[in-house]
């Protein structure tokens, strides 16, 4: 098989892949979040038979604001096919590549999110049927906040696909491209799925306590809008990996770029989320309690705060990828131990960002259910979050190592692989009791709320917990230190 | 870079270590958490069972951690043995 490879060829591969991946990945969020909408407008209808056609309205209008990303990677797609972007240069195939992964991977949490607040405002209306236009309001204003990553995503993958790139080379700059789309892609999931958690409790709220309408509007923006932060740090990243992305290099510059793309991307994903279930669980908690509307809120950016540091390792890590000169060998071994570095950091900061998350959405609903005991369970829930933060610890402990090791061992495969599997270990050994640990936090400050008597107990409960669940995250540790210095 | 079939073999055996600890540590993880978060509860309606309560955590949790430690083997199995 002769394979004769021209500029416009392999652009032209490049962008039909990128289309694949665009509609493929871009498809799932709108859908599931539309099935969201449609199965609770059967609900509400079998409800209500008699509002069947304004419940219908209401359903399409839900439907169409989720459908949003998806149209958005359709438009991807339909350039990507008909487009010709070989004019850009050799680098044109990684761009349009790229786009396909950050608007595909983008489209998937602002699809999804944007289910929730519809189908509770159509809930909430076949509960009180009077406060029909009101709940459609609140559901566009929920579901406009969530689209924001995936509108990050397009703009990224409009910089990808028309970023003139000729007469670069694709390692380094084509590989930094990848690194932005992989970086908006994913870091865009979590906060347009976590926005839209929170947007579907404030309607629920807002439908069951319609004089909270105002108060609830206000904790769920300021939510959504805290839970944006991991997909903005992704922004900038992509951002600064297209437009400052290094125009010379060896190998050893690109695996660096893949890397930073790959740790922020991840990382992004755990903490936005988390995010989100915070300001779901406060907004849940407000509409029981309305006279802890002003401490929630308080609480509820305290939780997303701390919440907020698996990210922003991520970003550390990211940045360090892209801006320092690494002393290590330029060989298929240093290769690896730079894009391992962003894996295990990205990875192993996902269930350590939700797990946060998790707990202080509990926190929040044990504030509503004990507003006196609230200053007990402020320290269980700091204390659970940061022995939560542990594996994302973990990851970049092992990311610095792998950033800084010295390598002076011969070149070879399995040298290089055992680098890239003690990132891939610690990456995916930390997901796990990331959440275990938020979890286990969740519980003991609900426990809290109606036990504040045992909160002593509570907490040392909690830290056996939570000292078993980080076992299996010690493993991946040691696995990862033995690839590292023994083999 | 000349490869040889161990070279190959090694390498394979490294990556498949490093998935088989890196995934085989969510599940137990994540479990690990749940039994955890669910003896938060219990102790919080019934403290005065709170010895019970840990006794049966713990129980629960290493046998939730069987899997982790199975991961754990097979790692070092496919790094030191194979």
Known sequence: MDIALDTVSIVKAGQFLGAGISMGFGAIGAAVGEGFVGGYANCSIGRRVGMASPY????????????????????????????????????????????????????????????????????????????????????????????????????????????????????????????????????????????????????????RQPRLRSPLTTLMLVG????????IFALLVAIMLISIGPQKGTLLTSAA??????????????????????????????????????????????????????????????????FIKFQIPATIVGFCALLAAGISMGLAAIGSGYGNGDTAESACKA???????????????????AVGQTPAIFGLLVAFILM???????????????????????????????VGNGITAAAACEAAGYRPEERGLLMRTMLVAQAVAQSTAIYALVIAFVLIFVV | MDISGADLVRA??????????????????????????????????????????????????AVAESTGIYSLVVALLLIFVV
Not at chain 1, 158 to 178: E, Q, T
Not at chain 1, 224 to 231: D, E, G, I, L
Not at chain 1, 367 to 385: F, R, T, Y
Not at chain 2, 26 to 55: D, M, Q, S, Y
């Open chain 1, 367 to 385: 504030v509503a259910s004990n507003p006196e005991g609230k200053s007990g369970i402020l320290p269980l829930m700091l204390v659970g979050q």
């Open chain 1, 224 to 231: 959504q809008a805290v839970a944006q932060t991991p997909a």
């Open chain 1, 404 to 434: 800084f090791g010295s390598y002076s061992g011969p070149a070879t495969l399995p040298a290089a692989m055992a680098v890239l599997a003690a990132g891939i270990s610690m990456g995916f050994g930390g997901i796990g009791p990331g």
């Open chain 1, 257 to 322: 770029m893949l890397g930073a793309g790959i740790s922020i991307g991840f990382g992004a994903i755990g903490s936005g989320m988390g995010n989100g279930v915070t300001a779901q669980g406060a907004c849940e908690a407000i509409s029981k309690e309305s006279s802890t509307t002003k401490e929630m809120l308080t609480f509820m950016l305290v939780g997303q705060a701390v919440g907020q540091t698996p990210v922003i390792f991520a970003l550390v890590v990211s940045l360090m990828l892209m």
């Open chain 1, 56 to 207: 219908t309205r209401t359903m399409l209008i839900g439907q169409a604001v989720a459908e949003t990303s998806g149209i958005f990677a359709l438009m991807v797609s339909v350039l990507l096919v008909f487009g010709d972007f070989s004019a850009n240069g050799i680098c044109a195939w990684t761009a349009t590549m790229s786009a396909g992964i950050c608007m595909g991977l983008g489209a998937l949490g602002s699809g999804i999110g944007a289910g929730y607040p519809a189908q509770e405002a159509l809930w909430g209306s076949a509960r009180q049927p009077a406060l029909g236009g009101q709940m459609t309001t609140s559901m566009l204003i929920g579901q406009a906040v969530c689209q924001t990553p995936a509108i990050f995503a397009l703009v990224i993958a409009f910089m990808l696909m028309f970023k003139n790139c000729s007469g670069l080379d694709v390692w380094p700059y084509g590989a930094s491209l990848i690194g932005a789309g992989i970086a908006m892609g994913f870091g865009a999931i979590g906060s347009g799925w976590g926005g839209g958690m929170a947007g579907g409790k404030a309607c629920e709220g807002m439908a």
């Open chain 2, 12 to 61: 394979a055996a490294f990556i498949g270590a490093g998935i088989a600890m890196g995934l085989g540590a969510i599940g137990p993880g994540v479990g690990e958490g749940f039994v955890g978060g669910k003896a938060c509860e219990a102790i919080g309606r019934n403290p005065e069972e709170a010895g019970l309560l840990t006794r049966t955590m713990l129980v629960a949790q």
